[in-house]
């Protein structure tokens, strides 16, 4: 698939800075952004997990992600790019949508 950039300063005010705004930060440690979920219950939990998965492979962009029982914690970055990309603003928008 294509070969993804790094976001630039305009893609990190346009596409990331939103983001940023509503629930996902930055890691602390590296170029990614993480967001955590909480549910009812594990089964919740677990039926958000496995859309996420299959958006994933749609994209063909994984998250970073574990779970314990009603939460999910999500960390996003390209690791073929050591950093975040528009394929990491693309998968956080589809979670979000997905997460209601
Ligand atoms: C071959 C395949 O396209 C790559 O390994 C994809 C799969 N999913 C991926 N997911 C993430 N988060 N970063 C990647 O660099 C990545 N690369």
New binding site residues.
């Given amino acids: ?1 294509t070969r993804h950039a790094r976001l630039d300063e305009d893609a990190r005010d346009e596409d990331l800075a939103p983001l940023l705004s509503e629930g996902w930060r930055m890691a602390e440690d590296r170029d990614a952004i993480v967001r955590s979920f909480r549910f009812a219950d594990f089964s919740a939990a677990w039926g958000f997990m496995t859309r996420v998965a299959l958006e ?1 492979e749609k ?6 992600w574990s779970n314990v029982w009603n939460r999910v914690d999500i960390v ?6 050591g950093g975040l ?1 528009a ?2 603003v693309a ?1 956080a928008r589809r979670i979000d949508a997905l997460a209601g």
């Fill in positions: 698939m994933a994209l063909d962009h994984h998250p970073e996003l970055s390209t690791h073929d790019a990309t394929l990491d998968l």
